[in-house]
């Protein structure tokens, strides 16, 4: 995730597939924060949207974005969209995925 972080731009507001497989082992993922109870041991792929928008975009590309959230789920068939802002957002996706936010 830290790659990913690096790459978006400071300004730009941006639409991001992500299909990011985690591995639930005993209740807590590998990487030390907790899982779902019920999902123990599992392999996990999800596949989400990530709606990037920072705080120094400019108005319109804004309200562009905005307005183009749910035709981005609906043609992208995902089930989940997650609005991240900055840095620490896209940091802490792991455990957003893991419904643990």
């Known amino acids: 995730m830290e790659d990913l972080a690096d790459e978006l731009p400071e ?3 941006r639409f991001i597939l992500l299909s ?3 591995t639930l ?3 807590i993922h590998a990487g030390g924060s907790k899982a779902a109870p019920h999902s123990s041991g599992r392999l996990t792929v999800p ?3 990530l709606y990037y928008l920072p705080e120094n975009c400019n108005p319109s590309m804004r309200m562009t974005y905005a307005g183009a ?3 981005m789920r609906n ?4 089930n989940r ?3 991240v802002q900055d ?3 896209i940091l802490s996706i792991e455990s957003k995925l893991q419904g643990s936010d």
């Open 75 to 78: 043609t992208a068939e995902v």
């Open 87 to 89: 840095e620490d957002d």
């Open 69 to 71: 959230v749910e035709l």
């Open 11 to 13: 300004s730009s507001p």
């Open 25 to 27: 082992v005993g209740g």
């Open 20 to 22: 990011y497989p985690l």
């Open 47 to 49: 596949y989400v949207l």
């Open 81 to 83: 969209v997650i609005e």
